[in-house]
């Protein structure tokens, strides 16, 4: 038996799109979550060749593909999605998720029964009859505060898994066979590779992200923009206003904290390009009020600092529009982030690798210390990334750059520390198993597992949490293939994105494209020892701790939290967030 359900935010075609959708002979159902951007040029092209449609629905769009050819429905689609289709002349059930993980996809499998869903909260009304698989994974939790997120295709829950990013999974209802592919790879574009000059790569990349950004605005109701002022979002916002027939308004976060604000910047960028944009400033009031409806939109522990004001600006959008557009995946793509300059860096001291180690020895004896809100503390927190950038193998190296604290460091925080190795060492393999220089492989890796497991979280989550689509257009297939294939002076260069800034600098002047960049964080440093305090030592209490079983009461009970608060913050937020899901979890209210 199979039972397909899921709840609609209509964006295009409203009235006729309904889920599940059935073939013309009933044989074959699909729901699905996400958008593809291309689905009008693939309907016209499928109506040119005789095919009938009856919606201008995208999900009409898969449907026909998988009937003119089951196999090969991914390779034409360029967009966001997960998506189930059952076949019921072939016995088959078919999983698909998007070729970057933008639209995620869980599944709860005890071999005798499948469910799958967009959210894990989507289980609830099963677990009673799978309780082994819902169990708190302890191993994850614990990744969970190293990475601020649960890395690869695990889950807080022993038996749930994510479908991996670019994969299809079948599953034959005669036999109950599960078998899983990857469809897609990121492969570095040929054309991009043949790039000699900065003037080739801006003719190259921007027609891409035109293209993209056009196809992303395909919607039958109003588009919104993120706007950090930075130079993805900024791309974005000017090519969406270019070509949107209607208004595209901005929206942006601001921080009472100047450290952390770029909203004038945002202001700037709105000015240049004529663009209406509102400003939601955040303070320390907002963000302790917002933390329980926050923590509860991620349905999973889940760290990033920023991801409380995305889940706040997400709400203040959603009050006017249902789609806004975003400038995420621009740093994965063209290496904009510090991370990649202490790689390049690596690249060079790997030639004398005695040097390499004394240097990043050297760095590890410093103080620790997590704190971005003092320069001391953001040249400490600097100087320890760079050290566990230069330490170890490549692949150790990238391992550790991808992480906020070593699984070595945190373990102290849970009761039931990980297998260290169960976490590392698919990253491990899959960076060695990657091909071409060491950025293309952070790239490549960083693709399978950060982005998908944190930066796309953070959005799909909050935005979906608030009857939002957040779409991504410098996520497109076709730009990434380009960012990963130009030669590294293109992107990494000296300052990183090297081509988007230059793009960004013809359109806004050197002063916004050479400013420091800020990110969009958010000071948690300052809020766990101020307005949060209060919250830290009810979640901490040691009774509750021990109580609910994950993290160690005798390293944060009893007021001992606070001396994560002075000396890492950022991994006591990790712990605060899982705290959180915790109580979440049992059913009561943070």
């Known amino acids: 038996d199979v039972a397909l359900g899921m709840v609609r935010l209509a964006i295009v075609d409203v009235e006729h799109g309904q889920q599940p959708m059935f073939s013309d002979n009933e044989q074959i159902a699909i729901v699905y979550n996400g958008e593809i951007y291309n689905a009008p040029a693939l309907r016209k092209r499928m109506q040119d060749e005789g095919v009938r449609f009856n919606t201008r629905s995208d999900t009409e769009v898969i449907l026909r593909l998988y009937e003119r050819d089951p196999a090969s429905v991914e390779e034409h689609l360029a967009g966001i999605w997960a998506f189930a289709i059952h076949d019921r002349r072939r016995k088959r059930l078919t999983l698909s998720r998007d070729r970057f993980g933008i639209k995620p996809l869980f599944i709860a499998d005890t071999g005798d029964a499948l469910a799958f869903g967009s959210e894990l909260r989507v289980f609830g009304p099963i677990r009673d009859r799978m309780q082994n698989l819902f169990r708190i994974d302890h191993g994850s939790a614990h990744a969970m505060l190293a990475w601020s997120y649960v890395p690869n295709e695990d889950t807080i829950y022993e038996g749930v898994k994510r479908l991996a990013p670019a994969t299809r999974m079948e599953v034959d209802l005669v036999t109950g066979a599960r078998t899983t592919k990857r469809y897609w790879r990121l492969e570095p574009s040929e054309e991009a590779a043949r790039v000699k000059s900065l003037d080739e790569a801006c003719e190259l990349v921007d027609p891409l992200l035109r293209r993209a950004v056009k196809e992303h605005l395909e919607s039958d109701v109003p588009i919104a923009a993120f706007l950090s002022g930075g130079i993805d979002s900024s791309l974005v916002l000017m090519h969406a206003m270019q070509q949107s027939p209607t208004p595209v308004h901005a929206f ?50 889940f760290g990033d ?19 806004a557009l975003g400038g995420d995946g621009g740093d994965e793509v063209f290496a904009g982030y510090k991370k990649h300059r202490i790689v390049a860096i690596r690249e060079i001291v790997n030639h004398a690798p005695r040097l390499r180690d004394l240097a990043a020895n050297a760095l590890m004896s410093l103080p620790s210390r997590t704190d971005r809100t003092t320069r001391v503390g953001e040249l400490l927190r600097t100087a320890k990334r760079v050290a566990r950038g230069l330490h170890g193998t ?73 009857h939002l689509e957040a779409r991504v257009p410098l996520l497109d297939h076709r730009i990434a293939e380009a960012g990963i294939g130009l030669p590294q002076r293109f992107t990494l260069g000296k300052s990183g994105k090297v081509v988007l800034r230059e793009l960004y600098e013809r359109r806004f002047g050197k002063t916004l494209a050479r400013r420091k960049k800020k990110g969009f964080g958010v000071p948690v440093e300052k809020w766990l020892r101020g307005h949060l305090r209060d919250e830290c030592d009810r979640l901490f209490d040691t009774k509750r701790l021990d109580r609910y079983g994950v993290l160690s009461s005798s390293e944060l009970g009893g007021g001992r939290w606070r001396t994560w608060a002075d000396k890492d913050p950022q991994l006591l937020w990790h712990a605060f967030a899982l705290a959180s899901w915790r109580e979440l979890e049992d059913g009561h209210l943070i």
């Open 305 to 323: 600092s920023s991801s409380l004001a995305t889940y706040l600006l997400s709400k203040v959008v959603a009050k006017t529009h249902k789609v």
């Open 252 to 301: 942006t976060i601001g921080f009472r904290e100047k450290r952390f604000d770029e909203s004038p910047f945002a202001a700037q960028v709105a000015n240049a390009l004529s663009a209406s944009i509102h400003v939601e400033m955040l303070d320390e009031d907002a963000a302790r009020d917002a933390v329980p409806e926050a923590m509860a939109a991620y349905d999973e522990p």
């Open 394 to 466: 490549d692949a150790e190296a990238y391992v550790a750059l991808t992480q906020v604290g070593s699984l070595e460091k945190t373990a102290s925080l849970v009761r039931q520390p990980a297998d260290t190795e169960r976490f590392t060492v698919p990253l491990l393999r899959a960076f060695e198993d990657a091909g071409g220089s060491q950025i293309q492989r952070h790239t490549v890796c960083d693709m399978l597992n950060a982005l998908p497991n944190d930066m796309l979280v953070k959005v799909d989550r909050a935005s979906m949490a608030c």
